[in-house]
T-cell receptor, first 116, second 113 residues
Framework: NAGVMQNPRHLVRRRGQEARLRCSPMKGHSHVYWYRQLPEEGLKFMVYLQKENIIDESGMPKERFSAEFPKEGPSILRIQQVVRGDSAAYFC??????????????FGPGTRLTVL | GEDVEQSLFLSVREGDSSVINCTYTDSSSTYLYWYKQEPGAGLQLLTYIFSNMDMKQDQRLTVLLNKKDKHLSLRIADTQTGDSAIYFCAETPGVRATNKLIFGTGTLLAVQP
């Protein structure tokens, strides 16, 4: 059973371009979470999605950021008109249900975004 | 409010025990977790504890929870150089909240041979 897959692993963008980050959850997992880790900081929650639904987007910046988890295919985190402050590692996690504890979140390797 | 704090750095000698501490503010937290992050990698779940427990042991790992003081600790027995990493504690806040994780700032554990 493959783990959580994220691609690309590294992404370089110039200011003003768009960044698209992909996350394929573990097989059988229908809950996806996105977190951002700024340099030398802990992870901050961004958004929680189930298939075709955004459940909690309380951590998403109000502008330029969007996320989706379509019925088919990976979850996408999209950042429009990137700025240098968007440079960070973006981690995706998945869980089979939303039960806590035993159905914990399993993390992907992350996408490291660098904005020039 | 939601706030999780950890000391930034811990250095130990190989074979000694390591104790990493964490404090949190949300008294309604139901589960608390410890994750390990190696350089350039994602997070690996080490262990978790339910809030009605005081202690949980899993091989070399011992988690202690003091709910009154909102203090969580991770003890690693017989620390090895391969344990060098950043350790994050995390909580799932509130009973009605979604299953998001609130992470601490991370503790860098350096194991000296």
């Amino acid at each position: 059973n493959a783990g959580v897959m994220q691609n690309p692993r590294h992404l370089v963008r110039r200011r003003g371009q768009e960044a698209r980050l992909r996350c394929s959850p573990m097989k059988g997992h229908s809950h996806v979470y996105w977190y951002r880790q700024l340099p030398e900081e802990g992870l901050k929650f961004m958004v929680y999605l189930q298939k075709e639904n955004i459940i909690d987007e309380s951590g998403m910046p109000k502008e330029r950021f969007s996320a989706e988890f379509p019925k088919e295919g990976p979850s996408i985190l999209r950042i429009q008109q990137v700025v240098r402050g968007d440079s960070a590692a973006y981690f995706c996690a998945s869980s089979p249900t939303q039960r806590r504890g035993t159905d914990t979140q399993y993390f992907g390797p992350g996408t490291r975004l660098t904005v020039l | 409010g939601e706030d999780v704090e950890q000391s930034l750095f811990l250095s130990v000698r190989e074979g000694d025990s390591s104790v990493i501490n964490c404090t949190y503010t949300d008294s309604s937290s139901t589960y608390l977790y410890w994750y390990k992050q190696e350089p350039g990698a994602g997070l690996q779940l080490l262990t978790y504890i339910f809030s009605n427990m005081d202690m949980k042991q899993d091989q070399r790992l011992t988690v202690l929870l003091n709910k009154k003081d909102k203090h969580l600790s991770l003890r690693i027995a017989d620390t090895q150089t391969g344990d060098s990493a950043i350790y994050f504690c995390a909580e799932t806040p509130g009973v009605r909240a979604t299953n998001k994780l609130i992470f601490g700032t991370g503790t860098l554990l350096a194991v000296q041979p």
